[in-house]
């Protein structure tokens, strides 16, 4: 696998949680550890992210 795919892949994977603790956080009855564990997931794809992707030049 590239690392641009590999990148894609926990682009998504980011945008899936962020979707599933969004919808998490309207429901009736909300679930408050599962959206605190979805928050940690989804910061650590977000740390990977960063440490694979290339510096940004402006």
């Known amino acids: ?6 990148l894609a892949q926990l682009q998504r ?19 408050d550890l599962e959206i605190a564990r979805l928050k940690r997931k ?3 794809l977000k740390d990977e992210i960063m440490r694979l992707s290339p510096p940004v030049r402006h």
């Open 13 to 31: 994977k980011h945008g899936d949680l962020d979707q599933q603790i969004e919808s998490l956080q309207i429901a009736p009855a909300k679930d």
């Open 42 to 44: 989804k910061l650590a």
């Open 1 to 6: 696998m590239s690392l641009e795919s590999h």
